[in-house]
């Protein structure tokens, strides 16, 4: 059974940095994709990072490109996700999520493995 468990959320200032952890356990997939999603109060689950387990290729959304970098699971089986540059906008619930196969899209419904989440709250 996969288990994804999220740490590293808090409060910090605009402008200032975070480092969020995904500690992965029971993945067998031979290729899989790893995320992150993020879900604002009022607000729909959006995604703002992905990679491919394969060939560690990335994609954000446009609203954190070039903030936030997604790194693959490494030795430790932890994922993380670098947020530089932090906005009020980017105050949100970030999950960690995975599916089987290909990398591609940021449906929801695709990702089959979800965290607990980690609350990051961005104050100016």
């Known amino acids: 059974q996969v288990q994804l468990v999220e740490s590293g959320g808090g409060s910090v200032e605009v402008g200032g940095s975070r480092t969020l952890s995904c500690a992965v356990s029971?993945?067998?997939?031979?290729?899989?994709?790893m995320a992150w999603f993020r879900q604002a109060p009022g607000k729909e689950r959006e995604g703002v990072a992905r990679?491919?387990?394969?060939?560690?290729?990335?994609h954000y959304a446009d609203s954190v490109q070039g903030r936030f970098t997604i790194s693959p699971v490494n030795a430790n089986n932890t994922a993380h996700l670098q947020m530089n540059s932090l906005k009020t906008e980017d105050t949100a619930m970030y999950y960690c999520?995975?599916?089987?196969?290909?990398?591609?899209?940021?449906?929801?419904?695709?990702?089959?493995?979800w965290g607990q989440g980690t609350q990051v709250t961005v104050s100016s």
């Open positions: 990679i491919d387990s394969g060939n560690h290729v990335t």
């Open positions: 029971g993945i067998t997939y031979s290729r899989y994709c």
């Open positions: 999520a995975a599916r089987e196969g290909l990398c591609w899209g940021w449906v929801v419904a695709y990702y089959t493995d």
